[in-house]
């Protein structure tokens, strides 16, 4: 007896839907040139989009939730100036990633990861960053395979630091049992710097949020908070930023636990952005990005000093 391969869209018709408004997305929004690679896994194909110079540093780009690899249209630019990126579909999301075989575990999503880092033949020293669920795989993927890594970026990452806010998880709740009259106000309670610099920006993603929501069953683990022990423990070199008007937490809550417990980390407050921030505030989070990963670890700053 032979069984379907598990498709988290409700038709093929939906999908193709789906891959005709990303082509139009892509094609308008996307500012360099790239080519589209297809990497095969355990749990489906993988669509990524690659740019920047092939000689240059590897950078994988891990979307947000209910996003794609296109979220770093603002971002690209100027990261692509310095690195060969590689902006992901997230798999079991939306995008055009092929999901065939669902994620029970979120050491799930680290197999995946792994396997896409060797698809596209990365080796070592890996530069890793991600938005929001993508920050949360990104420092998960940090803390279980650091060997493979040489820095990665936290972007506002779920959960991860803190406890995702009562209010948001009550927003989103009511977001999934009325769609039409809650999503577009958590949107606006999220995105409200992004909302003011770019009304269309918000409309323009609540589409591609109803067109997500239409389309697609979402099955995801969700990320968890860590211990004061495991951010203690990671090994690779990482920057947290986070928006001053987060809602998903209280952005002075974490970047002060994390001086306290991770003293590792680069953690910064981004100005006159919440959840949006590598939109509204894109010439910021690009210039951190690119300082940071060029920066020398302490550790081998400190290691040439004793050598002298």
Request: charged share 20%; glycine share 6%; aromatic share 10%.
């Amino acid at each position: 007896m032979t069984t379907s391969a598990y498709s988290p869209y409700r038709s093929e018709a939906a999908r193709d839907f789906c891959f005709a408004y990303l082509d139009s997305q892509a094609a308008r929004d996307w500012p360099v040139a790239s080519r589209e690679k297809t990497v095969p896994t355990t749990y489906g194909g993988t669509f990524v989009r690659i740019s920047g110079p092939a000689s240059a540093p590897p950078l994988v780009l891990l979307p947000g939730a209910a996003a794609t690899s296109l979220m770093w249209a603002s971002n690209i630019q100027a990261l692509s100036a310095e690195y060969q990126t590689f902006a992901v579909d997230q798999i079991g999301d939306f995008g055009r990633s092929s999901h065939t075989r669902p994620f029970r575990r979120f050491s799930d999503l680290l197999a995946w990861l792994n396997e896409l880092c060797d698809g596209l033949e990365l080796g070592d020293g890996i530069s890793l960053a991600g938005m929001s669920f993508g920050g949360a795989l990104a420092a998960e993927y940090a803390l279980h395979f650091p060997g493979r890594l040489n820095k990665v970026v936290l972007l506002a990452p779920g959960a991860t630091v803190l406890r995702i806010r009562t209010e948001f998880i009550v927003r989103l709740i009511l977001a999934a049992m009325a769609s039409r009259r809650w999503l577009p106000s958590i949107m606006h309670w999220m995105f409200a710097d992004m909302a003011r610099k770019d009304p269309r920006w918000i409309d323009e993603t609540l589409n591609q949020l109803f067109t997500n929501m239409w389309s697609l069953e979402r099955k995801i683990p969700n990320p968890r908070v860590w211990t004061d022990a495991e951010w203690g423990n990671l090994r690779v070199p990482a920057l947290f930023l986070v928006g001053e008007h987060e809602t998903i937490y209280s952005a002075e809550k974490a970047v002060r636990r994390l001086r306290r417990v991770a003293r590792q980390v680069t953690a910064e407050i981004v100005p006159g952005a919440g959840h949006d921030l590598p939109f509204v505030q894109a010439a910021i989070v690009n210039q951190r990005i690119v300082e940071f990963l060029k920066q020398e670890p302490l550790a081998s700053k400190m290691s040439a000093a004793g050598g002298r």
